[in-house]
């Protein structure tokens, strides 16, 4: 029996396949493959032949070409944006197919030519951009990494994919290669992607940049636009997930004029780590402000904590000293009275 998988990732000479029934495989690598190739294999292992995409993506790009001039390409229900270094934009349609992709910046430009996410299913490509990252060691195992992913999603319309299905895609691949990550899932108003888009910048970068503007950060469009997220987090010492998470105060307004507030939906903020032994998820969905917050709450606490200690340590040794005086009073009325009777 045949079964056919993409490549999602390369080591040595083996590889790791996703298969069309959603599992993964390890097989060997044959000779001239990369990541995103497809290739179908017998229960053996033994590869029968070699699809390649770049022809199959010709070929694709012949039909779709034709058919947009026919007017018959479906349309856009939704953007999804992917922000590391490379930061890419995915155009999807209602069945949650890339209709189409392009690289915002020059590093976004040079994944989408080694892969080819066209025609896949979002969740596809979503793994795949972020396979290939890691491949281009944009993310590194215990690095200042931070993906940062925005969905559009409309008021009164259902978004065109659930945020926490995006990220299941996007921790596939992480946790594959173990790599120390955190994760933003954000749905953001298409008001706001097409201001984005007006300033030849990603929602999410979009976003960044008019949040750390209003705090009165002096960080440039330059910076936020090319930089490492992990980067430009450490080296400005701002919280990424705290600036994001502000998009609930901004406002951008509709082409009809009308005021829409995003997200409209509830994000996802996950941070994974490995630890010696495991690979584990932590929630870092605080409140604005609560990394302050939960510090300031942290220190009160130890020194609550310090000062009933050191409350506790003097009652104790009040006591023990009283104890002590006790018995010294008992031992001493023991030695006068037998001294007593040595006399007598």
């Known amino acids: 029996m045949k079964t056919s998988g993409m490549i999602v990732k390369i080591t040595g000479n083996s590889c790791i396949l996703l298969t069309s029934e959603g599992e993964y495989k390890k097989a060997p690598l044959p000779a001239g493959c990369r990541l995103g190739q497809i290739i179908e294999l017998n229960d053996k292992n033994r590869f029968l032949y070699l699809r390649w995409l770049a022809v199959a993506a010709s070929i694709l790009t012949i039909v779709l070409g034709g058919q947009l001039w026919m007017g018959q390409m479906q349309p856009a229900a939704a953007y999804l944006t992917i922000d590391i270094n490379p930061s890419v934009e995915l155009a999807v349609a209602a069945d949650q197919r890339v209709i189409s992709a392009r690289g ?77 990550t955190k994760v933003i899932i954000e749905p953001v108003a298409s008001s706001i992607r097409q201001e984005a888009e007006k300033n030849g910048i990603s929602t999410g970068r979009y976003i960044l940049l008019q949040n750390t503007n209003k705090k009165g950060m002096d960080i440039s469009a330059n910076e936020i636009n090319s930089l490492n997220l992990g980067k430009l987090e450490k080296e400005n010492k701002v919280s990424i997930v705290e600036l994001i998470k502000e998009n609930n105060s901004v406002e951008a307004a509709d082409n009809k004029g009308n005021k829409e507030k995003g997200p409209i939906n509830k994000g996802v903020y996950k941070k994974l780590q490995k630890s010696k032994d495991a690979y584990g998820e932590e929630n870092i969905d605080y409140p604005l402000g609560g990394i ?29 000293n009283k104890e002590n005086s006790k018995e010294k009073s008992k031992e001493n009325k023991k030695v006068k009275s037998s001294k007593k009777d040595n006399d007598k």
């Open 292 to 320: 302050k917050k939960a510090n300031n709450n942290y220190e009160k606490t130890h020194i609550k904590n310090d000062i009933n200690n050191k409350q506790n340590n003097k009652k104790n040794n009040k006591e023990n």
């Open 104 to 180: 915002l910046n020059s590093e976004g430009v040079s994944i989408l030519q080694e892969v080819k996410v066209e025609q896949l299913h979002l969740h596809e490509a979503v793994e795949l951009i972020v396979a290939q990252a890691i491949n281009d060691q944009f993310l590194v195992g215990n690095g200042e990494n931070i993906i940062l992913v925005t969905l559009t999603t409309d008021l009164n319309k259902e978004p065109v994919a659930d945020v926490d299905v995006i990220y299941e895609s996007v921790k596939n691949q992480l946790e594959l290669n173990r790599v120390d």
